[in-house]
C-alpha cells in the first residue's frame, strides 16, 4: 500500500518536471528495463556530456546484477544528490544534471553537464615580454585550478556566489583569510547581495554594478585575465572575483597605482623595474597634457615659450584656416576613429586602415595644410603614449580626460588646464575603492590592508 | 608614524603661502624698524604656539574644534567663537585668491576680465573644497610633492646668480639690533600658522608627534630670511618697498636657458598657482566646517547635502565683492588680517584649553 503511494508520487514529481520542460527539443526521457525494474532517466542533451551518460550510467546498468547494486553504484558517485521538489529538480536538470528514477521511488540526480570552454589559451589584453602566459578561461573550475596551483595555502578560501535571476552565472569569490581586510570583504559581499540582475554576461558588467556611485571616471576595480597578478595581489590582502563564463577575474579593492603595474615589472631588476614604471607616468601625463598644452600655447601664452619654440609652432600652423583647438579636435577624433575601426576590423584588414589612415590621411593632411606638422607628431606621441598604459580600463579612462583638459585649456589657456589637473587630483585623491584612498603619492603602507585608512571610515 | 607627516604638510603648505598673503611686504616695510628682530622673536613664538596647540588637541583624539566647542562650552560662548573662526579661515583664503587674482593680471594675463580668471579660481575652489577632510591630505601630498622640486630649483638659482647683492642683504642684517615690533612679529608668526588647520584636521590626524619639531623651527626660520632677504637682494634695500608681490617681481629677475621656457617667472607663477588655490582649498574646507558646526545639532549630526551649496553662494557672493577693492586696499587689507590672525590665533588656543579643564572639571 504505502510502495503504490510512493509510487503514485514519484510518477507526480516526474510529470511534473516534464511539463516544465516542455517544448524543449532536446529534452531526452528515456524508459529502460532490466530484470523487470525499470528506471527511467530524464536530461537535456544539450547540457548533458553524452559519453559521461552512456559510460557511466547506461552501461553499468546492464553489467550489473540487480538495480539494487545498480542504485548503490549510482549514490557513490560525489556530487550525485537525491531530491524531492520538482523546482530544484528543474534547476538541476538546466545546471545539466541528468535524472535517473528508480521503480523503488528514489530520485538521484546526476552531474553529468559537458563544460564547453576553450583551452588555456596565453593572454591576449596583458601580454608581457617575458613570464608565463597563461589567462583564466571561461570555465570556473580551470580558472580557480591555475590560481590554486600558484597559491597554495589553507588559507586561500574560495566563496561561491550565483548572480542573475536568468544567467545564474556563478561566481567566485576568493581572497587569503589571513591577510584580506575583513571590512573590505563584507562590503563586497554586501554589495554583491544587493545586485538584482536578470543576466550577468562577463566581468566587466560585473565590475558596473559593484560600483559605489553611478557615474565616475576612473576605473575602481581592475579586470585582469592573468592568473599570476590575480595571485600577486591575492598575497597582497586583495580579494578576487572569477566569473563563470568570461574568462576574467575582478580584483578589488585597487588603487590607482596599480593601474601602472605590468606584470613583469617583477622579472625586471630593480633599477629597471622603477626606470619603466617611471615611462608610464610620464605616458601618462604627456597622453593628458600634451593637446591641451598645444592648444594654450598657440592661442593663448604663446609668451611662456622661448621665442625660437613659439615661431616654430606659429610657422607651422602658418597655413592652418582654423582656430588651434578646432585642429587638435579634428586630429585627436580623427586617431579615435582610427583606434576604434582598428579595433573591430578583422586582423587581415587592420593593417590596411592603420597605414591608411595613420601614414597617408597623416601626411596628406599637412602638405595640404589643413593640419600643422606639430600637430602631426603631437597626436602621435599621445595615441602612443596612451599605449603604454598596461592595463586598458585605465587606458580608456585617460582617453576621455584630455578632451575635459582641452576644454579648459580652449577657455583659459594654461591657467585652465593647471586649475584643471589641480580638480583631477582633488576628484583623484576623493575616489575610495571599498573604501581604501585610491590615490597617494607614498602608498608604500599599502601593504598593511589590514588596518583602515587614517581615521573615521569611509564610504566609497 | 609615518602619519605625521601631513601634519607637517599642513604647516608647509601655509610656509610656502607667505609670499601671497602679504608677509615679505609687510616684512619689508618695517626693514629699518626692527623686521630682522621681529623674525628672531617670531620664531620660538610660532614654535610655541603650535607645541601648545598641538598639545591641547591631543588632549581631544580624532575630534574637530566644533565638536569639542559644542560639547564643553556654553552655547553662548560656542557660536560666536566658530563664527569667528569660520570668517578668519574664509578671509585668510578670500585674500589668497583675490591676490592671485591680481598677480594673474598683473604678470601674466593683462588683456583679461579680473571677473573671469576669479570664475575659475571659485570654481575649482569650491568644487575641491566640498570632498572630505582625509582626501584633501592626499591632494595636499601629491601637490607639494609636485611642487617642491619646482621651489627648490628656484631658490638654487636665485642664491646663485651673480646679480644678487649680498651687500644689499648684509645691510638690512645690520638693522637687527631694533626693537621687533607688534606689527613684525604678527606678520613673521604667519609662516607658523599651519598648525591651526588642525583645528579640523585633528579628526583625521591622532595624536601629533612633537620629535620634529626643531625641524618646523628650521625650516620656518629659513622660509622667513628667504622671503625676506632674497627680494631685498635683487630690487634693492629702498626700491623693494615700490613692489607690491616682491617675490613675484624677484622671479622675474631670473632666467633660465636650459628649458622651453625662458622666464622663471612663468615656473614660479604655475607653481604658486597650484599651491595657492590648494591652500584656498584648505582654509575654506576649515571654515566650510566650521558654519557646519555652528548648525551641528545633537539630533542631526550632520547637516544636509545641499547645506554646502548653500555655504559655497554665500563664500562666492563675498568673494565678487571684495572683487571690486583696489589693489592698495587689498595690501592694507592683508597686512590687517595677519595682526587679527595672530589675536584670533590666541584666542583658538585659549578656548580649546579652557574646554579642556572644563571636561576635566565635567570628570572629576
Redesign the interface.
Known sequence: MADSKQQASKGNTISCVKEQLAKMSDLEHQTLGFHGQKVQFIYLTSLCDSKIVNRSLIAPLYEMGDDKEYELYIASFPGCQQLEAPPQIVAKLLQGCAALAFDSGNLYLFDAARVEASGVAPAESETIVQGPSDSFNESLDVSLNLIRRRYQSASLKSEARTIGAQSKTKLAVIYDEDRVDHNVLKELMARLDNINIDILQGAAELDRYLASTKFRLFPTTILTERPDRAVFNLSEGKVIILVDTTGYAVIVPVIFNDFFTAMDDKLQVTLVGWFLKGIRYLGLVLTTVLPAIYVAFSS??SE????Q?ALLVAGSRATVPYPSFVEVILMLLMMEFLTEASLRLPKAIGSTATTVGGLILGTAATEAGLVSNIMIILVSVVAISNFVIPLNMMGFTVRVIKYALIVVAT??????I??G???L???L??LRSFGK?Y????V??RLKLGRT????K?NG | M??DR?FYYLFLINALLNIVNFVPKGLINGRFDGSMASIMVAVPLGLLFTYLFGKVMGKFP?TGVPEIYNQYLPKPLSLPLLLMFAVLWFIAGLITLLAFVEI?LRY??MDVEPL??LV??L??VC??MR??T??????L???L?LNFPIIGYILFKSLLNPQFNWNAVLEIVTHSAHWPSFGGVATATFVFSGYANLAIFN????NVNFKLLWLLGISGFLVLLTSFLIPIGYLGTINVDRHVYPWFSTADVLRTKNF????VL?LFY?NY??LS??ST?LHWHISLNMIKGMFASKKRKKPKRSFDWWVIILFSGFTFAAQTANQFKLDQFGQLFLDVRFGGEGILILSVYLAYRRRKQRQA
Open positions: 593663448y601664452n611662456v615659450w622661448k621665442i619654440i577657455l583659459y589657456g594654461l591657467l585652465g593647471i586649475c589637473c589641480l580638480v587630483v582633488m576628484y585623491t576623493s584612498p590615490f597617494r603619492i607614498f608604500l603602507d585608512s587614517m581615521g573615521e569611509n | 609615518a602619519k601631513y580624532s594673474t601674466i594675463s573671469t580668471v575659475l579660481f570654481m575649482v568644487i575641491s570632498i572630505n582625509e582626501s584633501i591630505l592626499y591632494g601630498e601629491v601637490l610633492f579628526r583625521v590626524l591622532k622651453v621656457i625662458e622666464r612663468f604655475f598657482l597650484m588655490l590648494a582649498i
